[in-house]
């Protein structure tokens, strides 16, 4: 099992930035591809970043290209999500999800891969 922690968000206005810091704990986040979601009020959660086990490859949802970047550090069990330039559309309520994988280079953009999720970090992007 391992369990999720997202932290950082919050009110910021247009053309702000917010890092987002999402821990595991329970087991090593060696073994999982992970990924950041978002879900705003009324719409479908959909993917804004993942990155594979070995962090050689990452994938953005093409609105965030550019101003986000998905990392992660592997000795601190933690994945983050970079979000510069926000725009008042980036508003929702951001969560981080694992899966385990046994392929280094894989990412997963698609939520039914994920088995793991936080709890949520609401993010305000005022204009």
């Known amino acids: 099992q391992v369990q999720l922690v997202e932290s950082g968000g919050g009110l910021v206005e247009a053309g702000g930035s917010l890092r987002l810091s999402c821990a595991a704990s329970g087991r090593t986040f060696v073994g999982y591809a992970l990924g950041w979601f978002r879900q705003a009020p009324g719409k479908e959660r959909e993917v804004v970043a993942a990155?594979?086990?070995?962090?050689?490859?990452?994938y953005y949802t093409d609105s965030v290209k550019g101003r986000f970047t998905i990392s992660r550090d592997n000795a601190k069990n933690t994945v983050y999500l970079q979000m510069n330039n926000l725009k008042p559309e980036d508003t929702a309520v951001y969560y981080c999800a694992a899966t385990m994988t046994s392929a280094s280079g894989n990412y997963y953009s698609n939520a039914n891969e994920y088995n793991y999720w936080g709890q949520g970090t609401q993010v305000t992007v005022s204009s």
């Open positions: 990155i594979s086990r070995s962090a050689g490859k990452t």
